[in-house]
């Protein structure tokens, strides 16, 4: 649901814009269910058949919309009805030197004065609102004002179109707004606007938007989806409790690998705060989004490249009793990026006083995490380890649940029982380490992804295995993977440890079995042999037809390696090559399927690194997961459907 308000310094009649969206069901307000059996006995010694009798009731009461600018909810503003925003008037007007302004008559404005207006915003209804305030002029006459939200030097600026601030407010939560003004010095020009002819006029529109969040359009929802954290991964020495204080003087901060916010909404911000200035004011930090072309060898952080700026507020609730916080705060935003920017953390004028929380260097992942620091008119120089926890929005699919057809594949495999033989690209905390409801020898497994990790990869339905039996309808009986284990090592023992044997289940084989392992032998064992690769990988395939003569086993050939951060050295297309073609020559002699990998998913030599791996270069990002689920799926198409 939509409503807008404009107003302006002049008193310009304008009508109220409204706009209604369906209005979500908040909740069930009462059910009652009633059960009443009854059983007869007759004296004939005949029974009555049993009977049973239920009903239910349920009443839901709408969400109320109601949204506040200062005294005013906007949403049952009538088309005749104003907002007073005296942005000019107001507010005492200040002098340059920041006193009150005596020199200048009043109801006027000349270079040098400054001025400001202040409102509250606040969601008084039930359901989660995002704002946005947008600014515009009648400036015919080129008047040099400038505007700002925070007041900082970088913010300001002529183009209104640049200065926009949109955010979320919980239910119950207010924002303090504050829209500034100033008129530099310009010499001449100011000479010139002083002695016009016609006298010269400013007027300037503040349009607030009001807008419930999470709204469904057509086929597409969108759901929050964690980006990054790296909260796990802060060694013992530096844990929250001990984070080191930023110089807010060298703000604002920007991750070196710029793309990594690009074209992105993000939704949700994680903010590491040692301490705040007063529990009893509005604690606030700010958030540019600032052209990435401008940073990419370190340059200037210009005012020119500032495209947004948000001042967030900190939730009182989550600051704690003392002005010392040291945890993580978060804030719902709704911060939208383009193709071509990123985003830029802290203001000196911040009352936040965030902290850094460094990493053990051997725990450094990639670049990800460092940043460039800078002024807005310094070069950018320092380099470090900072930690935020990211949310993004994501647009998904919405599946009619009354829609009750599904693929070909999917009738073909549905119920069939799918095990897992791996590495660390397939483990996943709880499921290749669960002894308890699948296969008792994997419970000292070790694991790669887990949700704490900080990786792309933050639920186990976005893992390649996971993703292909929710496609096709399987079940994942057992996945026996072991971080950075080899099939030389336990690969062949794990080989005939897939079925099930706990509880009622005890006895269960596997359907159809996937194998995805081989990169920690190539990799970690310095030129080792095709003949030594092959004589392990057949031992581990025979394995398993003999202990699952029924199953259909489906291998995985291994894609390019790149380690730009490990002790071994990268293997190119050429070298991975020719120990795939061992795995093809083992699965065609065995009758296995091969998964290609290498030919069929995309993965290159050449995009291996940017567009399909994260950390070490070695574990799939959310692209590259999807890419081998692409592959392996279009493999089962292959072999059940053709």
């Known amino acids: 649901m939509r409503k807008r308000f404009n107003t302006s310094t002049n008193k310009k009649e304008e009508k109220t814009k409204m706009k209604k969206n369906k209005l979500n069901l908040l909740r069930v307000i ?19 058949k049993f009977t049973s009798r239920a009903s239910g009731t349920s009443a839901v009461v709408v969400a109320n919309w109601s949204f506040m600018v200062g005294e005013q909810d906007i949403t049952v503003l009538g088309s005749e009805d104003e907002i007073e925003f005296d942005l000019f008037t107001t507010a005492t007007i200040k002098d340059s030197d920041g006193s009150d302004e005596e020199d200048v008559a009043e109801g006027l404005i000349a270079p040098g004065t400054s001025g400001k207006f ?3 915003l606040s969601n008084t209804s ?24 925070t007041g900082e030097e970088g913010s300001w600026t002529k183009d209104l179109n640049n200065l926009i601030e949109t955010n979320i407010l919980n239910i119950n939560g207010t924002k303090n707004v504050v829209v500034q003004w100033r008129w530099p010095f310009d010499g001449e020009a100011d000479t010139a606007l002083g002695t016009a002819t016609e006298t010269p006029t400013i007027t300037v529109t503040a349009s607030i938007t009001a807008t419930q969040t999470n709204s469904i359009t057509s086929s597409t929802q969108y759901v929050e989806k964690q980006l990054f954290t790296d909260i796990e991964n802060v060694t013992t020495t530096t844990a929250i409790s001990n984070m080191t204080a930023v110089t807010l003087s060298a703000g604002p901060y920007v991750y070196q690998d710029v793309n ?50 948000h001042m967030l507020t900190l939730p009182k609730e989550q600051l704690g009793d003392t002005t010392t916080v040291n945890k993580m705060v978060y804030v719902n935003v709704n911060i939208t990026l383009a193709e071509n920017q990123t985003l830029a953390f802290c203001s000196e ?6 902290g850094f929380l460094r990493y053990n260097s051997s725990a450094v992942i990639g670049n990800q995490y460092k940043f460039i620091a800078g002024s807005l008119t310094s070069p950018a120089t320092n380099n470090g380890n900072i930690i935020f926890d990211i949310y993004v929005r994501e647009e998904v699919e919405v599946i009619d649940p009354d829609d009750e057809t599904e693929s070909p594949l999917k009738t073909a495999l549905k119920g069939k029982n799918l095990s897992i033989l791996g590495d660390s690209i397939s483990t996943y905390d709880g499921y290749s380490n669960n002894s308890s409801t699948t296969n008792t020898t994997i419970g000292s497994n070790k694991v790669y992804y887990t949700s704490s990790l900080g990786s792309p990869i933050t639920d186990v339905n976005m893992t390649w295995w996971m993703q292909a039996a929710n496609e096709t309808g399987m079940n994942v009986l057992v996945n026996n993977s072991y971080s950075g284990d080899t099939i030389a090592n336990r690969g062949k023992t794990r ?41 392990n990988y057949t031992t581990m395939v025979t394995n398993i037809k003999t202990t699952y003569p029924d199953a259909d086993i489906f291998v995985f050939t291994l894609p390019p390696y790149t380690a730009p951060n490990a002790t071994v050295p990268s293997m190119g297309a050429d070298e991975i090559e020719v120990y795939n073609q061992v795995i093809r020559n083992v699965a065609n002699e065995n009758g296995c399927t091969i998964v290609d990998i290498f030919n069929d998913s995309g993965i290159t030599e050449d995009n291996y690194l940017s567009d399909y791996m994260w950390d070490t270069g070695l574990h799939p990002n959310e692209a590259g997961m999807d890419a081998i689920t692409e592959t392996f799926i279009s493999a089962l198409s292959s072999k059940y459907l053709n």
Do not use: R
């Open 126 to 149: 039930d359901v989660v609102t995002e704002y946005k305030i947008q600014l515009s002029a009648e400036n015919e006459n080129n008047i040099p004002i400038e505007f700002s939200y």
């Open 495 to 535: 080989a005939m440890q897939l079925h099930d044997d706990t509880g009622d289940n005890s006895g269960t084989n596997p359907d159809i079995v996937a194998v995805y392992i081989g990169i920690n032998d190539v990799k970690n064992t310095s030129n080792l042999s095709t003949t030594v690769f092959g004589d």
């Open 30 to 48: 009462n059910v009652v269910l009633l059960i009443t059996m009854v059983a007869t006995i007759l004296v004939s010694g005949t029974y009555a």
């Open 118 to 120: 202040e409102f509250v």
């Open 349 to 354: 004028n911040d009352t936040v006083i965030w």
């Open 260 to 309: 990594v916010f690009s074209g992105k909404t993000i939704t949700k911000i994680g903010i590491p705060v040692k301490s705040v200035s007063d529990l009893n004011t509005p604690q606030t930090f700010t958030l540019y989004v600032v052209d990435k072309e401008a940073l990419a060898n370190k340059s200037d952080l210009k005012p020119a490249t500032i495209a947004q700026t």
